[in-house]
């Protein structure tokens, strides 16, 4: 199972972006998937998760500005991120768990770096 990002880059405070990931590989089934983010000197943390059915979480600090999305037929997650600050600087990671041939799996994506800076 491979996970790879594309997006982010830099913008300005007030800007958006949009991160997305594909899965690819041999999938059986993909459960969760969402954003992680890790900016320097602190730990990776969760940003938003989607189940399969849609049901979504956000952390505090982006809930009303982020908006996690997917496609369960082409296998991708996204991440609309509005009204960015600068403290939303850090280096964003897909993941995806579920299962293939019976085994269950968390990948991640190799992660895509999101500056917000004037």
């Known amino acids: 199972v491979q996970l790879q990002a594309s997006g982010g880059g830099l913008v300005q405070p007030g800007g958006s972006l949009r991160v997305s990931c594909a899965v690819s590989?041999?999938?059986?089934?993909?459960?969760?998937m969402g954003w992680y983010r890790q900016a320097p000197g602190k730990q990776r943390e969760l940003v938003a998760a989607?189940?399969?059915?849609?049901?979504?979480n956000y952390a505090d600090s982006v809930k009303g500005r982020f908006t996690i999305s997917r496609d369960n037929a082409k296998n991708t997650v996204s991440l609309q991120m509005n009204s960015l600050k600068p403290e939303d600087t850090a280096v964003y990671y897909c993941n995806a768990k579920g299962t293939r041939f019976g085994v269950r799996f968390d990948a991640w994506g190799q992660g895509t770096q999101v500056t917000v800076s004037s």
């Open positions: 590989g041999s999938i059986g089934s993909i459960n969760d």
């Open positions: 989607i189940t399969s059915g849609g049901r979504t």
